[in-house]
């Protein structure tokens, strides 16, 4: 019966293994987008009464639009996203490891 349990979890252990290393090739080869976690927010979000109209908001505006030039708007949330996928993609291969583990252990 051990035998059985040992098997049924490497197998558990691989597949969940498997499915996070097929999942992190599917997003670092850009064939599907990284769970959005973080989001961009923009100006255009604020509101009338948030925005003040004056000098400030011009330099701002040219600043950005710099900014803009060098960086993409997304940039930022999009490493941010890709960054927690790969912690979560370690967490699924440490946790399909010890599954595995304890299936190996429990088949000696």
Do not use: C, V
């Amino acid at each position: 019966m051990k035998k059985i349990i040992g098997w049924i979890l490497l197998i558990i252990g691989l597949a969940i293994i498997s499915w996070g290393i097929f999942s992190s090739y599917q997003i670092f080869s850009d064939k599907t987008e990284a769970p959005e976690i973080f989001k961009a927010s923009t100006e255009e979000n604020l509101t009338l009464e948030d925005q003040d109209y004056g000098i400030e908001e011009t330099i701002q505006n040219m600043m950005g639009d710099k900014m803009e030039e060098m960086l993409p708007a997304d940039f930022l949330p999009h490493i941010l996203n890709l960054t927690a996928w790969s912690i979560f993609a370690f967490i699924l291969f440490f946790g399909g490891a010890q599954i595995a583990g304890l299936g190996i252990k429990l088949m000696r």
